[in-house]
C-alpha cells in the first residue's frame, strides 16, 4: 500500500473542509436557518460553510492523485505567510486612522512583496493601480461612504 504524503493541496483541502464545517455547525446551532423561501440569519452562512467544505473535499482528492512533492518546512513560502496575514492586520490598523486610499496602498504593496518575484517598482505600481480600481469600484460606481483620507490627513 502506498503511503499518502502531506502536500499543499491536501493540507489546505482540510483546513477548507475543517473552517466550512465549523462555519456550517455555527450557524446551524447558532442562527435560525429558515428554508429557501424564508431565510434566516444562518442560511447564507450555513450554505457558504457546506460549499468550503466540499471545495474542500474536492482539493483533498485532488491532492490525493496529486505526484507533487510532500510538504516540508524547506518548501513552505515563508516570506507570503508572514506579509499576507501582516498586510491584512495593516489594512485593519490603517482604515480608521489613515483612510480607504492609504489602507489599500499598504494592503496591495505588502501583499505583493509576499510574491518571491516581484521588484518594489512593479509592487508600487500594481499597489497605485489596485487602489485606484477600489476607490473607482467602491467609492464613485457603488457610493459606498468610505472616507478616501483618514481625518488628520484631510
Do not use: H
Request: proline content about 5%; overall charge positive.
Amino acid at each position: 500500500m502506498q503511503k499518502t504524503k502531506l502536500n499543499a493541496d491536501l493540507i489546505s483541502g482540510l483546513l477548507f473542509i475543517a473552517f466550512g464545517l465549523w462555519f456550517c455547525g455555527s450557524s446551524v446551532y447558532g442562527l435560525k436557518i429558515g428554508n429557501a423561501f424564508r431565510m434566516g440569519p444562518g442560511f447564507f452562512p450555513a450554505v457558504l460553510g457546506g460549499l468550503l467544505a466540499l471545495l474542500g473535499l474536492v482539493i483533498v482528492v485532488n491532492g490525493l492523485r496529486s505526484d507533487e512533492a510532500p510538504l516540508t518546512l524547506a518548501n513552505v513560502p515563508w516570506r507570503a505567510v508572514v506579509l499576507l496575514p501582516v498586510a491584512l492586520i495593516l489594512f485593519g490598523a490603517a482604515m480608521k486612522p489613515l483612510g480607504l486610499a492609504i489602507a489599500l496602498l499598504l494592503l496591495c504593496f505588502c501583499s505583493a512583496m509576499a510574491i518571491k518575484e516581484m521588484t518594489l517598482t512593479k509592487a508600487a505600481a500594481l499597489s497605485v493601480g489596485v487602489t485606484l480600481l477600489c476607490i473607482g469600484i467602491f467609492s464613485v460606481a457603488l457610493g459606498l461612504n468610505l472616507p478616501l483620507l483618514g481625518n488628520w490627513l484631510r
